[in-house]
């Protein structure tokens, strides 16, 4: 009997251990960028992508405009391994789609996404594209 108390105490050892060593490998969460709601847009969309280059891309789904907090159509915005932020496009006009949604892609060489309104003809939203 003794010896299955000493198996099940060592096993608790070792998951202790692991667990231990698990979380002291957990990566520390640090901020890379805050939004301010104007021109470089607000509200991020979920998922960002990346490319060669190690570029992040995203899409806010509102803000854009100078010097109104909250105010405007959404951007699709890089951060680069330096930390640098730039906004690449504001969506400005409903004829080229308006608030970009959900995630974006990159192939050869283009961002691609969509929007969730206007578009041509008033439409219910556009896939786009930027090269």
């Known amino acids: 009997m003794r010896h299955h108390y000493r198996r099940a105490a060592a096993l608790a050892l070792v998951l202790l251990l692991l667990t ?6 957990t990566p520390a969460y640090s901020v890379l960028y805050g939004f301010t709601g104007t021109t470089d847009g607000s509200d991020p969309q979920p998922g960002l992508i990346h490319n ?5 891309y995203g899409a806010t ?7 109104c907090s909250g105010c405007g159509f959404g951007v699709v915005f890089k ?15 409903a004829a080229i789609g308006l608030f970009p949604s959900g995630g974006l892609l990159v192939w050869a060489g ?18 786009f594209r930027l090269r």
């Not at 231990?20 to 490998?25: D, L, N, R």
């Not at 680069?80 to 006009?93: E, I, K, L, Q, R």
């Not at 309104?117 to 896939?127: K, S, T």
């Open 110 to 127: 283009s961002l691609y996404g969509t929007t969730s309104d206007q578009g041509p003809d008033n439409g219910r939203g556009v896939i």
């Open 61 to 67: 789904s509102a803000g854009g405009v100078k010097g």
């Open 52 to 56: 060669a280059a190690g570029n992040l």
């Open 20 to 25: 231990a060593g698990a979380v002291a490998q």
């Open 79 to 93: 951060l680069d391994p330096a930390g640098n932020f730039t906004v690449v496009h504001t969506f400005a006009g």
